[in-house]
């Protein structure tokens, strides 16, 4: 039996090897064609605006695999690779390799800045001003307050916004300015939207992706916003939000969000949009690839990848001519709004706390 | 270690059935004594996790687990009761070396085992188990989806053969072990979806029942445990396949391990020199 028995067991061993899943993907070799297959076909799979954009995907990866040829080198390989992602015209999509990262920047660069830091520093913070959380703020002449909120990758902490709105809030009326923010965490959003609102709101809606198809999206899910924890200071005055081209992913989220709330005007120019949740995969030979994956709807479950305009009626830029001579058009007419307005506690004995 | 467990086991149970043993005037009964296996296992790992990459990573798995199995009280000589349980860390790479990937995975089984002995010494088992699964892949290049959570609970199939030898003075078993989760409930995101989502709150889509057609799981070791009496050492091969199929997404996991263990009393197979109870030191405080 000795035979019988080891043969039994070899066969029991080895039987998973010869077990096999029955979803088989697709393998990519890493070659100049294999490379570039794989970058279209994650694309193909995975991306979520091609709808939105009418772009025909297949079309545009014909066009640009004539442009590759058996001694096509890698470096040439990118560089072809990065003018195919350019057609998506997203600034969330970006190629990685060793020595570069391509990057879409026409999404800002065709348009005015209509901002410069070292005007509002210079001419009207006047080289004073409080920073924490990476939150420039100030109270500004005529008792109008002012935050610079420059990157939604700074983590907001609950503490130092109670602090900066507890300093704060005798003012008139709360300009958050996110000019030239190019987005980060959502969850920031939160935060601060938070300290801005009584009730809980529905501030847009989030999809993705079921399938590989153009059009496999989830029903909308809705996000929800709620108001901070009764002991955190709130703000429910007036609030204008400054926004220019260069507003982008987090920082467009947050503009819709605000946009629907009642007490708050959207000044200045169309956000540079950025409203889809970035996914990141791979090829086989080892670049990255960012590509926009989750569509974020606004309140009203309207797309927001091209950007948030202005409150209507509100939209103003700042030319760089004016900047330079230390005026800034875009926060003038935020003082404006805000600086006949009562104080808190004037009118009705009303204090903010 | 069910294969090697029960030979201790059926030892263990025969001994539970023997009359009581007497020594000089001294009188006592054996009680049911845990095995228990304890081993370190390194092998390579190959993961498929399409909602990370459409790449297989590849590396170095490194697991701590333990094995323990008792004869039942109501039918000793052929039911057994076992628990398993392991820790796993991987660190990954993918095939351009550009990226790591780093898996960190626990596991518990609990179950009874019917086990029959043969004439020829062949000896084999079949029973079921209750298990839980838990873990993550992380791709550290990953923005919003960096992480493939891994969550399962199975009810599993297992069988196991083993043959006890001699070589000389060696004693010693082969055995082969293999469990199938058969039926089961896992975790998997959608096709597109972030965890930021999932933390907002939709949790639609995200449990499936699994069966073989779309969580195909299979954990193959083959061993071989040299008993020295007080103690025993295994060693051992195990394969291991973990697949996933849900939401269009594809995950397939591949384990080739080497698996060193002790065993804590032996496993029954040498004869253990009488311990007489008088001869005993014992510390008292």
Redesign the interface.
Known sequence: ?RIP??I??TL??I???F?S???D??E?S?TIYGNFD?LC??VDT?Y?FFKEKDLDWVKITKVYREQITPETNSMELFFICAAMLDELKDGHVNLTS?YNTSYYRKWWSDYPQDFNLRTIEENYLEFNWLTTSGIMYKQLPGEIAYIYYPSFSYIISETSLDYILAILHKSRGLIIDIRNNGGGA?TNIKTLVGRLISEKITGGY?M?????GHE?F?KP?P??YEPAEDWHVKWDGPVVLLTNRSCFSAANDFTAVMKSLPNVTVVGARTGGGGG??????L?????V?FS??PLLDSSMQCTEFGIDPTEGYEVHASDEELAQGKDAILDRAIEMLKDLPLPGDDEGETEK | MLGCGVANARHDADRENTAPETTGNMTYVESRPVTGYYSLEIGRKSV?A?YL???KYHGTSYTLSGEWSKAMPFNPRNAIMHFDGKVCFDNLS??????RMIGLNAGFKWGISWRNVFP?G?QVTGGGSVDIDGGAYY?L??????VQAMATAAISAR?S?S?PFRIGAIDFL???K?SVPSLSVFFSP?????Y??IY???HS?LVHAGWW?NN?R?D?L?SATFDFGRTAAMIG?R???D?Q?A??L?T?IFTHSLVLGIVPGGIGLKKKPVRIPSETIYSIY
């Not at chain 1, 993705?208 to 590989?212: A, E, S, V």
């Not at chain 1, 086989?284 to 990255?288: L, Y």
């Not at chain 2, 993918?94 to 990226?99: D, K, L, M, Y």
């Open positions: 039996m028995t080891t039994l067991l029991i061993a039987m998973p090897a077990l899943s029955c979803h993907e697709p990519y890493d794989a076909d994650i995975r979520c060793r959502l989030i993705h992706k079921t399938g590989p496999d989830s899910f996000i929800e949740l970035p996914f990141s995969s791979e086989p030979n080892g670049w990255g960012r994956a989750c | 498929l399409t990459s459409p790449l993918n095939p351009a070396g550009t990226a020829n062949v791709l290049r990953n923005g919003n989806n960096p069988l053969a043959r082969i055995a082969d293999v959608e096709y597109g979806e972030t930021y989502e907002l709150g939709n889509g057609g195909f299979i193959n083959l091969y394969f291991s396949v697949t199929w939401n269009n594809n397939k």
